[in-house]
């Protein structure tokens, strides 16, 4: 069972390694990633200021109209099971759940990076929350299907699916290429919860729609920035493990990061 169960963890490490992108395509993603996220620090900087000034406005209150406009029970039964996640138990536990998985596969850094962003996401909305003071949408201009506690700027729910989930389409896209079904599943799974957070909360009356925005936006930044640090830590082969640098000996064209070596490495390999 034990020699099973490791021939299933060389063959999914197999797979992974192959999958790996080239330095040159890492570098040109993550360029472009640090310039869009760059630029929405202002966006949500700007947003925020005017949320603290107007707590509710027209707009938000015309937006949650226009979301609501059916309240068919199936359709609150989708919203509910998009937004379930990340009011329980479910979401923390997918976060161990990928960041062991990650671990398992010999990729230690994905599996620190998955577990610390979301723990930075969630302090961040925290303090977030306290600064703006806003407060959440009431029965009367609209309707509050979903009730929740606390402040409202920004949605709790949607830095959190994208701490997580934006994370993982990342790197689906940043590691690995091809058609391979588990990255389709990846990215099909990953975006759809991140693109359908903000409406399922406008829509259940749990936020307003500025606040889905101001979530997007603050989100993107830590994921943006989460992402920098990464490849950086990435390139120089920050935990990785022996075995993946034999590997990627063995058969260099696998290799997507080349590691960095110090002077001081080399006079001791020597």
Do not use: C
Not at 171 to 193: K, P
């Amino acid at each position: 069972m034990q020699n099973q169960v490791n021939s299933a963890v060389d063959s999914a490490k197999q797979e992974v390694t192959t999958s790996r992108r080239s330095r040159y395509h890492l570098g040109r993603i993550g360029r472009v990633l640090l310039i869009i996220y760059a630029i929405q620090i202002a966006l949500f900087a700007l947003l925020a200021g005017w949320v603290y000034v107007n707590p509710v406005t027209a707009v938000d209150v015309a937006i949650t109209r226009e979301f609501q406009e059916n309240l068919a029970p199936w359709l609150q039964t989708v919203m509910r099971v998009i937004s379930y996640p990340g009011s329980s138990f479910l979401l923390p536990a997918l976060i161990v759940l990928a960041g062991f998985a990650f671990w398992l596969l010999g990729l230690r850094l994905e599996a620190l990076v998955t577990v610390t962003l979301s723990i930075v996401s969630a302090l961040l909305n925290a303090v977030l929350k306290i600064i703006v003071h806003r407060p959440r949408p009431t029965d009367g201009p609209v309707e509050v299907l979903q009730g929740a506690a606390g402040n409202s700027f920004p949605s709790g729910h949607v830095m959190a699916y994208l701490a997580f989930w934006g994370l993982l389409f990342s790197f689906a896209i940043i590691l690995f290429q091809g058609w391979r079904w588990w990255r389709v599943a990846l990215l099909v799974i990953s975006a759809f919860f991140v693109v359908m957070v903000g409406p399922s909360r406008i829509y259940l009356g749990a936020h307003w729609a500025s606040d889905v925005l101001g979530s997007y936006l603050i989100g993107g930044v830590l994921l943006g920035i989460t992402l920098w640090i990464y490849l950086r830590l990435k390139e120089r082969g920050v935990l990785e493990t022996e075995r993946a640098r034999r590997r990627a000996e063995k058969y260099p064209s696998l290799r997507s990061f080349p590691v960095k070596t110090t002077k001081a490495r080399s006079n001791h390999k020597h």
